[in-house]
């Protein structure tokens, strides 16, 4: 479980360091807005990503770069919201992938897959 802890702690720090600089860029450049909007942006960004995908389901052509483009707004918008709401993500992401791997090992002694 070395990998794992190393991996939580990588995370913690750096999402924390990324979203701190993120923050300042955003409040030095863009208007600020209020966290029900950047929900509603994250949900219309993913929407979006769904689409592509959905296209793409159905065997239509879609370019790489959008798949990129989208996954990229998604984050954006992740991030603008999760500062407005004054979320921590680097702490919530571990937190949450610790819950995750707690589940797993339970279910894998159970020999069920997670
Ligand atoms: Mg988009």
Do not use: H
Request: aromatic content about 8%.
């Amino acid at each position: 479980m070395e990998s794992f802890d190393s991996m939580i702690n990588l995370i913690n720090e750096s999402l924390q360091k990324i979203q701190e600089k993120f923050d300042i860029y955003q409040k030095e450049f863009f208007t600020q807005r209020p966290p029900e909007f950047f929900c509603l942006e994250l949900n219309g960004e993913a929407g979006e990503l769904a689409n592509a995908e959905n296209k793409k389901l159905k065997g239509k052509p879609v370019a790489d770069e959008l798949f990129a483009d989208e996954a990229a707004d998604v984050l954006i918008a992740l991030m603008n919201y999760s500062n407005a709401r004054k979320i921590d993500l680097g702490k919530a992401v571990s937190d949450k992938l610790k819950k995750i791997e707690i589940k797993r090992q339970e279910l894998a002694e159970k020999g069920e897959a997670y």
